[in-house]
């Protein structure tokens, strides 16, 4: 199994970005998928979950109404459109998938199986 996360950076408080998660060496379509994140000093904490086929998101109480999950089974990803940014977001941001086998029908796990090398974002004027 491996997770490629992509799309971090730089942005201005208010501003967007959108990340992107590469799944490969499992079926993408079976797994509950999802994104959590780590600030600086702080423990890793989750930010959104999407059901295998896309019918059920969740969010964080820190993310919900800014941030959006989505996932295309057809290219094996899952994005996590970031809007309305705040210096608070500034975290490493890392793509997560939950093994069907081992968590059967969890979407919303506090430990998932598998992560992603994680991304850098930074919210800062």
């Known amino acids: 199994v491996q997770l490629v996360e992509s799309g971090g950076g730089m942005v201005q408080p208010g501003g967007s970005l959108r990340l992107s998660c590469l799944g490969s060496?499992?079926?993408?379509?079976?797994?509950?998928m999802g994104w959590f994140r780590q600030a600086p000093g702080e423990e890793r904490m989750f930010v959104a979950g999407?059901?295998?086929?896309?019918?059920?998101?969740y969010y964080s109480e820190f993310v919900r109404g800014r941030f959006t999950i989505s996932r295309d089974n057809a290219q094996n990803r899952v994005y996590l459109q970031m809007d309305s940014l705040k210096p608070e977001d500034t975290a490493v941001y890392y793509c997560?998938?939950?093994?069907?086998?081992?968590?059967?029908?969890?979407?919303?796990?506090?430990?998932?199986?598998?992560w992603g090398q994680g991304t850098q974002v930074t919210v800062s004027s």
């Open positions: 997560t998938a939950n093994d069907p086998e081992k968590q059967p029908r969890v979407v919303v796990s506090a430990a998932p199986d598998y």
């Open positions: 060496g499992f079926t993408f379509s079976k797994y509950a």
């Open positions: 999407i059901a295998w086929d896309g019918d059920g998101e």
